[in-house]
């Protein structure tokens, strides 16, 4: 009803995995209905996959807790995709700063947010949102407004990158 579709991995490899051709061979099928894709590209990014996903992609969101441990595996993660064949992706990233608590007193996200920012990358801050920590099923109806405002804001920045051909801001 939402418009939503989902695609999983292939239910037939024991181990649940799906290769890269496998993948690029559903995208090419998908594209032509579809004007966007999102692929979650899981835990190992060093994977075969994932590395054809990130050489492929128009654009990453780089998803992680609004930590201290999270700007450091962000800043980690934005280092080792510059020596990948995916490099040039890093100009059309957004690293996405998620609150996993209300109470985020103790972390200078300003401060994170500028040592990402000067790695070349979009920083986007997505607030502490109740109905987003319950981890069920998320209707959009009940997600907070700076929620709300937050990811149509990062939707927004993702599409830029993926239709601009500078690829970046």
Do not use: C, M
């Not at 930590?67 to 595996?73: A, K, L, P, W």
């Not at 998620?98 to 500028?114: F, N, Y």
């Not at 607030?127 to 937050?150: C, E, W």
């Amino acid at each position: 009803d939402s418009g939503l579709w989902l695609l999983t991995g292939s239910g037939d490899d024991p181990a649940g995995r799906l290769d890269l051709p496998a993948y690029q061979s559903a995208v090419a099928a998908l594209a032509r209905f579809f004007a966007v894709l999102v692929t979650d590209a899981g835990p190992d990014p060093s994977s075969d996959l994932n590395q054809g996903i990130l050489v492929d992609a128009h654009a990453l969101a780089l998803v992680t807790p609004a930590t201290v441990d999270g700007v450091v595996s962000a800043h980690q993660a934005i280092a080792w995709l510059r020596e990948t064949p995916a490099a040039s992706l890093v100009h059309r990233t957004v690293v996405v700063l998620s609150a996993q608590t209300p109470h985020t007193e103790g972390v200078d996200l300003k401060r994170g947010t500028r040592t990402l920012a000067s790695h070349g990358v979009r920083v986007a801050r997505l607030p502490y949102d109740r109905h987003l920590a319950a981890g069920a099923r998320i209707h959009p109806a009940l997600l907070g407004q700076r929620t709300r405002t937050a990811a149509i804001g990062l939707a927004a920045d993702l599409l830029t990158f993926a239709v601009s051909d500078r690829g970046g801001w």
